[in-house]
């Protein structure tokens, strides 16, 4: 039963309601507490399947639950709306951009964002995939380049809006791939008239020498087999040197491409920075095993903004999970604590790994199981089903699934926004950036001659 406030109670302030910050919360629901948690957000984002939005899979809604919703019946929890800029250990304050809170608690969970490794001015040209604003934004672009191509008469040109590039085969990159593979392949073949959408090329680049490098070397092998066939090109160690408006660099080649996804760095929130603590090469907070931050022996820091260390000595993986069990773990320190006890090391238990590449193919290792295939692919869709935040979600999710599965449609496939920008782009220099007029793209030049032939 949630407990009502009462001033006596510690006050924990909680900022991120991600994975880790939000299950802190739930776990708390029973203590002596007072807890405020922050977001910048009014939702809890479920990130795996942020890629389903950005290929028009799925609704935004369908993968975001407003956090004041989720946490409504926990009485001792209040959801605040606000943009932490700092934190003040000593004075153990948190300053927001419009106000301050004192705690005497503190969670961290504000996870991490993406790095261009040194160009931040490449983000332009190629969106990562991090919010609902990211998956937008993708999704816009990709569908965006097949009406222009149908448009396009210069058949160089028309190549080059047809071409998608997607750098980093991680997960995230490999799910990417496979759905514009299979949306060129399998969606939109009937949909268009001057343009074969079949002829669409998807370039996966990485700058390593294999993909999915997490992996057992038998999965790496059979999901990079897998890609191939659906026509995606794989090319390993080739690394980005250049990214603008017409393409990317990489391996010394330029491809001439409008529409470049970038799945290949991440940096932690830059919040991890106030704190004063010492931080990894990516800017994870170094955390004891505990997940206390030195100096300040109640202040957590846990999920993707914390390097944690697993019994080995390895790091624990930015993942889901490990962001879920570090904030339950943290939930029963805090109640430890507030009985005078020491808080206890946190051990990540390794629930496996799946990624999925397109339909009925995905990666799984659970346990002793390294499947590759479709059981692996019942195995993601039962798991990501199954770890939805809310029941709403997963009916909408399993319907949305089912009318792709079996219609070969995808039902978000919707432009929104201006494409102004890149109607400019695809009318040429001579006017790039002088125009956003909203006007159809290629309006100004005749439309190619030959419609295709189905
Ligand atoms: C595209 C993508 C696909 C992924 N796929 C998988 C997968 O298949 N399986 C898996 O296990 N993991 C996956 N992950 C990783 C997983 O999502 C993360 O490990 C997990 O979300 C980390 O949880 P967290 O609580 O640390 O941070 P997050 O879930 O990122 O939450 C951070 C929260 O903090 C808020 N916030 C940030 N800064 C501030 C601020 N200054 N003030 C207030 N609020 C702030 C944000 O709005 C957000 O709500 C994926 C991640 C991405 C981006």
């Known amino acids: 039963m949630a407990m009502g406030i009462d001033s006596k109670d510690r006050r924990v302030v909680i900022v991120g309601g991600g994975f880790g910050g939000l299950n802190a919360a739930q776990a708390l629901a029973s203590a002596p507490v007072r807890i405020t948690l922050l977001d910048r957000r009014n939702h809890h984002l479920f990130q795996p399947l942020l890629y389903q939005v950005a290929t028009a899979a799925l609704n935004p809604s369908d993968i975001a639950a407003p956090i004041r919703r989720v946490l409504r019946q926990q009485a001792n929890c209040e959801v605040m709306l606000g943009e932490v800029t700092s934190i003040d250990t000593a004075a153990k304050v948190v300053h927001l951009r419009d106000g301050q809170l004192d705690y005497d608690f503190l969670i961290v969970a504000t996870g991490a964002t993406h790095s261009y490794f040194g160009h931040p001015e490449w983000a332009a040209c190629a969106p990562g995939l991090k919010t609902v604003e990211d998956a937008l934004e993708i999704r816009r672009r990709m569908l965006l380049a097949y009406e222009v191509a149908e448009r396009e008469p210069d058949p160089v040109r028309r190549v080059q809006w047809l ?96 529409c470049v996804i970038w799945a290949a760095g991440v940096a932690a929130s830059p919040l991890a920075g106030t704190l004063g603590v010492p931080l990894d090469r990516a800017g994870r907070v170094i955390v004891k095993d505990d997940l206390t931050v030195p100096g300040a022996q109640q202040v957590f820091v846990i999920g993707d903004l914390a390097a944690m260390k697993k019994k080995d000595g390895k790091p624990v993986p ?68 199954a770890t939805l935040i809310g029941f709403r979600s997963r009916v909408l999710v399993l319907a949305q699934w089912a009318w792709t599965y079996l219609r070969h449609e995808r039902g978000a496939r919707l432009i929104t926004g201006e494409i102004g920008p890149l109607v400019a782009a695809a009318r040429g220099p001579e006017t790039a950036g002088s125009d956003a007029s909203g006007e159809v793209p290629g309006a100004s030049r005749s439309l190619p001659e030959t419609p295709r032939t189905a």
């Open 163 to 258: 071409t998608f590039v997607v750098v980093g085969a991680g997960p995230t990159g490999v799910e990417m791939a496979g759905a514009l593979a299979e949306i060129a392949r399998d969606v939109l073949t009937r949909d268009f008239r001057h343009i074969d959408p079949r002829s669409a090329r998807v370039l996966l680049l990485e700058a390593g020498p294999d993909l999915l490098t997490a992996y057992d070397p038998r999965l790496r092998a059979a999901a990079a087999e897998r890609l191939r066939r659906m026509g995606v090109e794989l090319r390993l160690r080739t690394a980005v040197t250049s990214v603008d408006a017409e393409g990317v660099t990489a391996g010394g080649e330029h491809i001439q491409s409008r």
């Open 318 to 385: 930015g993942v889901a999970p490990a962001a879920i069990q570090a904030g339950r773990h943290t939930a029963r320190n805090i109640e430890r604590m507030i009985r005078g006890e020491p808080p206890a090391p946190f051990r990540y238990v390794d629930k496996g790994s799946l990624a999925t590449i397109g339909r009925n193919a995905a990666v799984a290792e659970v346990g002793p199981i390294k499947t590759a295939g479709f059981i692996a692919w019942l195995i993601w869709l039962v798991v990501h089903i």
